[in-house]
């Protein structure tokens, strides 16, 4: 009877408390340390960054809420395949590059999808006036202070290792020297100017003597690029970059306004921190 009693009264206790205990009431909603957690992992934060990372989304999910904003799951599907499209990958290429390049599996890119949609309409509500568009010395500013951005070498000096599965490649990753079978190499010249801009990013990132991620090749296999040199950087011209820029800009703006808008909502929120991890 009292074993009975004592697993009746555990499982109640396991039933009402939510995964890792409650570390801040925000509008007393919980936010638990398991979420904490969850987001200094994926995030690389430490415990208050992500905190403030999580305080952040719960004011924007209830503000959302009071303005009976939502995003439908056809949206973040219809924006995911989107995605997808721009990198010339399927849906399901886009999901594993991104684990492997990005480590954001399936639902956690599903749910930033949905947060960056739910963002975009909550600044259509908060934003009373139109923004101007950027003036031709803002652009100019704008280029000036992201240079590097716009900067690439002429040519890509690499090696392509494939295989058909990614453990092998990481494998192989992991030690350069060691011979491991069904390893396919390839040392390529590639110009930059018969590439798309998404791979084009991926390799202006990949620094020289380095592997880059992981990544889908389309045919059922996988590749990883090491970079061995860049040859000629060469900078794009202003005027071409202009509605790049604009929309670089545009961004940052609507941004801006989000930032001041969930501050000041911050400071008159009721938000209580019990612990953090």
Known sequence: MRSLLLSTLLL????????????????????????IQQEMQLSKTNAQQSADTLIRKKL?????????????????????????KQNNLTIDQFYDAMQRARGVDKEQ???????????????????????????????????????????????????????????????????????????GTKD???????????????????????????????????VSFYMRDKKNIITENLDFLRPQIDNMIMGEKRNQVLNDYFTRLRLSADIKVLRLP
Do not use: C
């Not at 995003?71 to 997808?84: C, D, G, R, S």
């Not at 652009?139 to 690499?158: A, G, K, T, V, W």
């Open 12 to 35: 109640t206790s396991l039933w009402s408390a939510p995964i890792g205990g409650v570390a801040i009431m925000v509008k007393n909603n919980p936010i638990t340390l398991y979420e």
């Open 188 to 222: 390529e010249t590639i110009s930059s100017a018969n590439i798309n801009p998404q791979l084009a990013g991926i390799l202006n990132k990949i620094e020289v003597g380095k592997f880059g991620p992981i990544l889908p090749n389309g045919k059922n296999g996988y």
């Open 60 to 84: 924007e999910q209830l503000e959302a809420s009071e303005k009976k904003l939502s995003v439908t799951p056809a949206e973040t599907q219809e924006e995911l395949e989107k995605m997808a």
């Open 109 to 183: 890119l599903t749910l930033r999808v949905e947060e960056s949609l739910l963002g975009q309409k909550l600044y259509n509500t908060i934003a009373f006036s139109k923004m101007a568009q950027p003036t031709a010395s803002e652009q100019s500013e704008y280029y000036q202070l992201h240079i590097d951005e716009f900067s690439r070498p002429e040519n890509y000096l690499l090696t392509t290792y494939s295989a058909a599965s990614p453990e092998a490649l990481q494998a192989k990753i992991n030690d350069p020297m060691h011979n491991i079978e069904g390893i």
